[in-house]
């Protein structure tokens, strides 16, 4: 069985960091990902309270003072069913914080939903860098008979830029070799449908493009299952 780092090296790539799992916020991401399936658009406009945080160091700081800020993190435990015990291991004037809190908590569902294929290896919001000094973060990866499986994963509202997430994630998998797979999975608001030419246009450089509405029909795990044939 091949790991992550062994085929990462053979393809002339170093990994610079990988971020460790942790059951808490696992437990947290599937809460969020059952709150986004009951009612989006609520719990899409709780976490998007706290974006403007993310590349602000001045206003994290204080970002407990602010009333829009304090009924948000109060929300998340009235619309997210998030308890005050697990909202107290979180410090919401860091970044990691934000950072959960905007999107990567879906890193974590979507880790955790691949995590129970037989997987040879796999890893989440891995840092690399390859032989040209080029860097890039990998959401999810993992390996599945000897083939590297690469999984970029979005939140929220997309159609603006879709096309750039297409084009970049097909241009990331030709670092790879060619038997590796690109996955994008997309937790788009149910109003704002991803077009089937998108879609086509993913499938046809190779990508397998999975929205808020495949999600909402099964679950992301049986989802591969199908599509790789487990």
């Known amino acids: 069985k091949l790991s992550i780092p062994e085929y990462m090296s053979a393809v002339g790539t170093k990994i610079k960091s990988t971020q460790k799992q942790d059951s ?4 947290i ?26 590349d602000n160091e001045n206003a994290r ?3 407990l003072e602010n009333n829009e800020a304090k009924k948000a993190i109060k929300d998340l ?11 107290d291991q979180f410090d919401f004037r860091s970044k990691e914080t934000i950072d959960f809190f905007t999107g990567g908590w879906f890193e974590y569902y979507v880790f955790d939903q691949i995590k129970t294929l037989p997987v040879d290896d796999i890893s989440c919001n891995i840092k690399i860098e390859n032989d040209r000094g ?11 008979n000897n083939d590297l499986h690469i999984i970029e994963c979005k939140t929220g509202e997309v159609k603006d830029y879709i096309g750039d997430v297409i084009y970049k994630s097909g241009q990331l998998r030709q670092n790879f070799g060619l038997s590796a797979k690109s996955h994008l999975v997309i937790l788009n608001p149910p109003s704002s449908e991803i077009s089937q030419e998108k879609k086509q246009r993913a ?28």
């Open 24 to 27: 808490k916020k696992s437990n």
């Open 29 to 54: 991401a599937k809460k969020l990902f059952q709150a986004f399936e009951s009612d989006y658009e609520t719990v899409l406009d709780i976490t998007q309270k706290f974006r403007v945080y993310r």
């Open 61 to 63: 700081k204080k970002i």
């Open 77 to 87: 435990k009235n619309y997210c069913g998030i308890t005050q015990e697990e909202l």
């Open 134 to 144: 080029v860097s890039n973060e990998l959401d999810v990866v993992f390996i599945i």
């Open 203 to 230: 499938n046809s450089i190779g990508i397998n493009l999975i929205d808020y509405k495949s999600l909402k029909q099964k679950n992301l795990s049986e989802i591969f299952r199908e599509k790789l044939k487990l």
